[in-house]
């Protein structure tokens, strides 16, 4: 008898575990296998980072290094085109995939740089107003009202014009700018988890209001923030390209996409290439990071977590 109870022991305790609902990690990676636009996001992300960081040993040429008798070379599927300039040169005769290899990095530096500055600050506000309400409600409703208020694009050129281009001064004015979709998700979203009973369990219990912020709402926040997070990067990405191409975001000589598209625009319909090539890149990184959010969105959403 005790053999018999001895070799079916692991068939029940399989059988249990077979029975066991499946966790909230299993279930995400499971939507997240399922989630064409998901892993579409992610591959086009993934694969432009890696250009990113292997710009040095991708481009063919220095994207700084001008040569004059080769200037405005068309592509090589253009009659005239080379393979030394697989897809020609500028005005200056730079090469242009070099520099668009380059300018993936300085997309994806200033999306990341200013999502995240635009996270700390939205994030902060929204907690602290959805937590404390009274007058920190009150101050923060009003400067968000003030912020949306203003017209985005146009305050980003008139600070970039006080304070100088610079990639750092982009980063910090096009985060800055950035942070009203933060506040206003966590702050709706920190009133509804502080009246829930694990949360006064914790009030009861003698915890601080920083214990509380940081153990009990932060953690239910996160999957929120991150989905904003990749909305706001593809975000950041438009808004930056918007400043270059008035010619107060990037500067010259550095590859800039946004940059890119204005310099070839007074040529656009006798070489379209030095347009449409940029923009294409573009338009690929911000619907990768779009992807990416949208699919964050249906994985993490409570409707699906039935």
Not at 267 to 292: C, E, K, S, T
Request: hydrophobic share 50%; aromatic share 10%.
């Amino acid at each position: 008898m005790s053999e018999r109870l001895q070799t079916s022991a692991p068939e029940v305790r399989a059988e249990a575990e077979q029975d066991l609902p499946p966790s909230p990690g299993q279930l995400a990676r499971t939507r997240a296998w399922s989630h064409r636009g998901f892993q579409v996001g992610v591959a086009i992300l993934v694969a432009l980072i890696l250009v990113a960081i292997l710009a040095p040993y991708l481009a063919p040429h220095s994207p700084y290094q001008q040569s004059l008798p080769n200037r405005l070379l068309p592509p090589v599927w253009v009659e005239g085109g080379n393979w030394t300039y697989p897809l020609g040169t500028d005005g200056v005769g730079r090469d242009y995939l070099s520099r668009l290899i380059y300018g993936t990095r300085v997309s994806i530096i200033i999306g990341l740089g200013a999502a995240t500055v635009g996270m700390f600050i939205g994030v902060t506000l929204g907690v602290l107003a959805g937590y404390f309400g009274g007058w920190i409600d009150h101050a923060c409703s009003f400067i968000l009202t003030a912020q949306l208020a203003l017209p985005g694009l146009l305050l980003a050129m008139a600070l970039v014009f006080f304070i100088g281009p610079s990639l750092y001064v982009v980063i910090g004015i096009i985060g800055v700018l950035g942070w009203t979709y933060f506040m206003v998700v966590t702050r709706s979203a920190t009133q509804h988890i502080k009246g829930l009973d694990y949360v006064a369990a914790a009030r009861a219990s003698g915890a601080t209001p920083r214990q509380i912020i940081w153990h009990e709402i932060m953690p239910n926040l996160s999957s929120k923030i991150i989905v904003i997070f990749t909305f706001e990067v593809g975000v950041a990405i438009l808004a930056e390209s918007a400043l270059s191409f008035l010619g107060v975001g990037i500067q010259a000589p550095t590859p800039s996409w946004g940059l890119m598209i204005a310099e070839g625009k007074d040529a656009m319909f006798f070489r379209p290439w030095l347009v449409v090539l940029p923009g294409i890149l573009l338009f690929i990184l911000v619907i990768g990071a779009n992807l990416m959010g949208d699919g964050l969105r249906d994985i993490t959403s409570p409707e699906e977590k039935s």
